[in-house]
T-cell receptor, first 111, second 115 residues
Framework: KQEVTQIPAALSVPEGENLVLNCSFT??????LQWFRQDPGKGLTSLLL?????REQTSGRLNASLDKSSGRSTLYIAASQPGDSATYLC??????????FGSGTQLTVLP | GAGVSQTPSNKVTEKGKYVELRCDPI?????LYWYRQSLGQGPEFLIY????????DSGLPNDRFFAVRPEGSVSTLKIQRTERGDSAVYLC?????????????FGPGTRLTVL
């Protein structure tokens, strides 16, 4: 059974810092990996999707990498802003169509 | 265009009651998913529809939970004899065809509280 772990569970940084969020998964037979953002009381917003054949994806200040063989992904956020404060969730899709999520990293960017 | 919508946004019920949660997927999306998110946890898969049929219901926790999608669009998640442990945010997502490469788009969720 696929298990997804996110470290750290919570992170607080001053504005302007670059930061890295980590995600690991136990079964490397995945189709893709997706990073989501969740604001309090809201649904999930997809940030980046990396197909299993890809190594990384970039969108603005966000860069996500995937090392499928080692079961790891990182989300890099450059020049963090208070508006980046949210919970970031990592999810993998295996042979079944559903996503398996980690528990998330709660990020606070202090002004 | 319109995203995934869910109603109600909040539902408070008493233990033992029956509830229905509704999901309107993005127009034209054939795949629809239900997830449940408990406080401080990531969403957990409940059931996946491809068209009108439940392609995978392996995540439903017990037979009190049931979901339908009779016309291949709107879906309803039904919970009988609710228990306090059913309290959670129920999220719905849809994707274009359910292919492995498809992105899933999530609704805002329904927060269910069982007293």
């Amino acid at each position: 059974k696929q298990e997804v772990t996110q470290i750290p569970a919570a992170l607080s940084v001053p504005e302007g810092e670059n930061l890295v969020l980590n995600c690991s998964f136990t079964d490397s037979a995945i189709y893709n990996l997706q990073w989501f953002r969740q604001d309090p009381g809201k649904g999930l917003t997809s940030l980046l999707l990396i197909q299993s054949s890809q190594r990384e994806q970039t969108s603005g200040r966000l860069n996500a990498s995937l090392d499928k063989s080692s079961g790891r992904s990182t989300l890099y956020i450059a020049a963090s802003q208070p508006g980046d404060s949210a919970t970031y969730l990592c999810a993998v899709k295996g042979s079944a169509r559903q996503l398996t999520f980690g528990s998330g990293t709660q990020l606070t960017v202090l002004p | 265009g319109a995203g995934v919508s869910q109603t109600p946004s909040n539902k408070v019920t008493e233990k033992g009651k029956y509830v229905e949660l509704r999901c309107d997927p993005i127009s034209g999306h054939t795949a629809l998913y239900w997830y449940r998110q408990s406080l401080g946890q990531g969403p957990e898969f409940l059931i996946y529809f491809q068209g009108t049929g439940a392609a995978d219901d392996s995540g439903l926790p017990n037979d009190r939970f049931f979901a339908v999608r009779p016309e291949g669009s709107v879906s309803t998640l039904k919970i009988q004899r609710t228990e306090r442990g059913d309290s959670a945010v129920y999220l719905c997502a849809s994707s274009s065809q359910g292919a492995s490469s498809d992105t899933q788009y999530f609704g805002p969720g329904t927060r269910l509280t069982v007293l």
